[in-house]
């Protein structure tokens, strides 16, 4: 199971990762259900769904399916854990969810074999608190780097199965540019001091 | 070549960028344009979403299609949404509190057991480490366990914060300063991630400078 739980400010950290994600259940032929909590973000999550399974010759209703959005994280993540079609009806689209190959036989957490989270925010406090306490749901999570150090104690005391951590090699190239920027202005700022103090200039 | 469609997206994608990133000279009408927009279309999603996706699938389907207590329970949640709009009129925004009121309730309640039994209990199980040994693991321990320790301490205001726990908070706020440090890294890490995202759709849908 995939959950959209970011939307366009977090779409250059969290696209690639969800992508790679994808590539990687379709290649190993492992179904994929998504769904998501930020209305605006699923679209994203459908078209990079769509792009993915198209590579792989996926099939919609077979081996993936969108089940769409339901407002309300606590509601959506406790009914699920008890029958997923008293909250999921039907799909994205109108189709009734016993009636696709997929998700026929999926009740609860426990016909889901792992959900991957894609957080920019604090849905990921909500499914662990949830559905990962509650109802023992496997779960693994890709965070945007804000995210990142508060998911990190939840992989320590092994509530989750893993993180997202891998940064794009531009990202970091960028983040030592701005230690060099860091650097370069407190040695100014250092050399500069006796200059502002003989002008009488105040820090 | 893309469609139309296609090529009056990516024209109009860039044409916003460009002017949310004119905001960097200073504020400007074209800022103000691609801020508005955003809100607005923001908002009307968000409508469209719950119209179809909430009210509609969870609401007036199955009050067509369910019969008995199934069909007529789901007035009660129908009417404390209505009664919620009732803020929007002075002398009637009283009885929004009844619905708030609700999910107030339902939150908290449902918040309480969450939180000591996603949160609390594991977080202090997985402080509680073993130190034995002169390995990397126990002096790993070592630190989360001191970190966690005086940290706390340091939030310990009971007491004026000189000799033993003096010392206890200053090593505490060490470490707070050291997670703040992560934290705005991170938060760095991602602004320079969305200034990478905008730079890469300029160059490469926009400008086709790359392939």
Redesign the interface.
Known sequence: MVSIDFDATSAPELMPMLRSVLRQAFAKDVKVIMLGHIAIGLPLGHTALEEVAAEHDAEYGVDYVNLGYRPGYIAVMIAMGREIEDIFRTDYQGTPIRDMEITRDVHSYADIDLLFGFEHGAVIDYWVRYAQARFHQKMTFGTTAVMAPDAYPYLQAGQIEGLGTRGMPAQQWGHLLVIGFIVLGNLGYYFTKGKRKRSGETA | MGSLGMIIGTWLAGFLTLAILSFLYKDNPFYKLAEHLYVGV?AG??LI??AF??VE??LV??FMEETGVEKWILIVPAALGIIMLSRWFPKTAWLSRWPIAFTVGV?AG?GIT??L???VV??V??TLLPMTGFNLVSLNNLI?VVGVVTTILYFYFSKAHKGVLGVTAKIGIVFIMV?FG??F??????R???????L?FILTDLLRVID
Do not use: C, E, H, K
């Not at chain 2, 890294?185 to 991602?190: D, N, Q, S």
């Not at chain 2, 320079?192 to 905008?198: A, E, F, V």
């Open positions: 923001s999603y968000w979403y719950v996706f909430d699938p969870m389907t199955p939150g449902l969450a939180n039994q996603g949160y594991p977080q199980q997985a989360l997670s992560a934290s890294g991170y938060t760095l890490m991602a320079i991630s969305l200034l990478i995202g905008r890469y």
